[in-house]
Antibody, heavy 123, light 109 residues
Framework: QVQLQQSGPGLVKPSQTLSLSCAISGDDIFSNSAAWNWIRQSPSRGLEWLGR?????????DYAVSVKGRITISPDTSKSQISLQLNSVTPEDTAVYYCARDPGYWQHFFDYWGQGTLVTVSS | QTVVTQEPSFSVSPGGTVTLTCGLSSGSVSTSYHPSWYQQTPGQAPRTLIYSTNTRSSGVPERFSGSILGNKAALTITGAQADDESHYYCVLYMGGGFVFGGGTKLTVL
């Protein structure tokens, strides 16, 4: 059974960097089929895919246009974790953030989700 | 930018059948978009219902089914139950990423 356990601060000041982690158990972070995604949800923006990272002989990443240039999703293979960093945050970045697995194998959807982390951007 | 469209709200009577749809602001939804559907209750992470257009996720009751209807993806609930009252989201895979619909609030009354 795949489990995704999120961690990170729930309060970030404007202009600073939001950092969250997603610990993976029950699957291999080096899976040649899965991709590891970050998604957020806010009342104003609904559910929004932010980006993903995946391993296919080397690490790749893709990002949503809305956050490109401010976002980094990267693996910490020693801890089997995926991290999210979002720079220069504003109150508009206040949301519940989720990590989720796309199992791949020529299918693209989210089969396992983290528990969600509410991040508030406020001074 | 392509927008994924869903009905904002829908209502169904207990035991009734309802079809929620998922379209594109420009163009038609096809199986190549890998449409998937999620159910979400307040305070919880989304639950996967349907993936790859019409495959039910493990443990999902048979009353939930997915299809392509015309130029949209569709989620049909046959024999709606009270605990189906929830928000439903579709997701399409396009251009190397995912786009969520705005969600449909389903009321069972």
């Amino acid at each position: 059974q795949v489990q995704l356990q999120q961690s990170g601060p729930g309060l970030v000041k404007p202009s600073q960097t939001l950092s969250l982690s997603c610990a993976i158990s029950g699957d291999d972070i080096f899976s040649n089929s899965a991709a590891w995604n970050w998604i957020r949800q806010s009342p104003s923006r609904g559910l929004e895919w932010l980006g993903r990272t995946y391993y296919r002989a080397k690490w790749y990443d893709d990002y949503a246009v809305s956050v490109k240039g401010r976002i980094t999703i990267s693996p910490d293979t020693s801890k089997s974790q995926i991290s999210l960093q979002l720079n220069s945050v504003t109150p508009e970045d206040t949301a519940v953030y989720y990590c989720a697995r796309d199992p791949g194998y020529w299918q693209h959807f989210f089969d396992y989700w983290g528990q969600g982390t509410l991040v508030t951007v406020s001074s | 930018q392509t927008v994924v469209t869903q009905e904002p709200s829908f209502s169904v009577s207990p035991g009734g059948t309802v079809t929620l749809t998922c379209g594109l602001s420009s163009g038609s939804v096809s199986t190549s978009y890998h449409p998937s559907w999620y159910q979400q209750t307040p305070g919880q992470a989304p639950r996967t219902l349907i993936y790859s257009t019409n495959t039910r996720s493990s443990g999902v009751p048979e009353r939930f089914s997915g299809s392509i209807l015309g130029n949209k993806a569709a989620l049909t609930i046959t024999g709606a139950q009270a605990d189906d009252e929830s928000h439903y989201y579709c997701v399409l895979y396009m251009g190397g990423g995912f786009v969520f619909g705005g969600g449909t609030k389903l009321t069972v009354l």
